[in-house]
């Protein structure tokens, strides 16, 4: 049933859509999409929902043109990584990927090694604060690592996949399971060697979840 407590006001004044929802740790939420404004207030391309469900009016967020967003990723501290086709942020350039300082603005000393034309389709975090980037732009689709400060993790072992750029999540013990044959790796982006990996997926999957109970 709806929760009659949950009301949240989403009055797109610019037409649009919605393309990205996620939780933050506060329990804040975050809704990403084709949209500048939210009922009167003038949100950017993010905008940032209370737990009650009422629109945190103080958090505005730079305007994303040149394509659209596909990922958000909260990060300690009130931090944001946005993930997308878009190529500028508020006129600076980001492409495909930017950082939100707490207040939601644009964080212009965050500069990510993520080539010339990204797509970032899907956003994760390791434990160690490492991040990885689905990135459909590189060759048949793949993922990427980087370091916190934004700077290319070369140890990591990109899985050529088509759809691995998208469909893939990260476990407690930042193993990653992934749209692709195998269908689980190490850490470091290698084969998972132990034997109750699970079978390789193939298909049209858009959407990875790990659950609390381990499924």
Not at 119 to 137: C, F, M, N, P, W
């Amino acid at each position: 049933e709806p929760d009659p407590s949950f009301q949240p006001v989403f009055e797109q004044t610019d037409g649009g859509s919605v393309q990205v929802m996620v939780r933050c740790p506060d329990g804040a939420i975050l809704v990403a999409g084709r949209f500048t404004a939210l009922g009167a207030s003038g949100q950017g391309s993010v905008a940032r929902f209370n737990p009650d469900g009422s629109l945190d009016t103080t958090y505005v967020t730079p305007i994303v043109s040149g394509g659209d967003i596909f990922a958000l990723a909260p990060l300690p501290a009130g931090y944001v990584l946005v993930g997308g086709s878009f190529t500028s942020a508020d006129g600076k350039p980001g492409k495909g990927l930017i950082r939100l300082l707490p207040t939601g603005a644009l964080d212009s000393t965050w500069h990510p090694d993520v080539g010339d034309a990204p797509e970032v389709k899907r956003l994760a975090l390791q434990s160690t604060g490492r991040i990885l980037v689905g990135d459909a732009a590189l060759y048949a689709g793949g993922i990427y690592r980087l370091f916190s400060d934004g700077s290319r993790d070369d140890s990591f072992v990109s899985p050529g996949h088509g759809y691995a750029s998208s469909g893939f999540a990260v476990l407690p013990d930042d193993r990653i399971v992934y749209l692709g044959n195998p269908s689980r790796l190490t850490a470091d982006g290698e084969p998972d060697p132990t034997p109750d990996a699970p079978p390789a997926y193939y298909g049209r999957v858009t959407a990875f979840a790990h659950c609390p109970d381990g499924k």
